[in-house]
């Protein structure tokens, strides 16, 4: 089992920048290759895909609408993985989640949630205008 731990979230003005950070444990994480990714919530829409990033961070993807903004990266010796907001808009308002998924791939990214296996439980960010 893998627990996976969000921080960083808050409230700030647009333009701002916030870190979030993702804390994973668990017996399997340093033993095999997970694949990470954030994915984000707003009220009253889907949940959404952010970011992800492949078991040894050399490979990243991003959704259009953060592309240039954000950037994901991990730090494996401390099973942590990163995600940095610059110039946040009040649309990125949401909650923030990372997810695990365990891969036999080094090079694996995924976009699609349910390829996912362990959430975190959220951390808010909320950007006034």
């Known amino acids: 089992q893998v627990q996976l731990v969000e921080s960083g979230g808050g409230l700030l003005q647009a333009g701002g920048s916030l870190r979030l950070s993702c804390a994973a444990s668990?017996?399997?994480?340093?033993?095999?290759?997970?694949?990470m990714g954030w994915f984000r919530q707003a009220p009253g829409r889907e949940r959404e895909f952010v970011a992800t990033?492949?078991?040894?961070?050399?490979?990243?993807s991003y959704a259009s609408s953060v592309k240039g903004r954000f950037t994901i990266s991990r730090d494996n010796a401390k099973n942590t993985v990163y995600l940095q907001m610059n110039n946040l808009k009040p649309e990125d308002t949401a909650v923030y989640y990372c997810a695990a998924d365990r891969t036999a791939v080094v090079g694996a990214i995924r976009v699609a949630g349910d390829e996912y296996d362990y959430w975190g439980q959220g951390t808010q960010v909320t950007v006034s205008s």
């Open positions: 668990g017996r399997t994480f340093s033993n095999s290759f997970y694949t």
């Open positions: 990033i492949n078991w040894n961070g050399g490979i990243t």
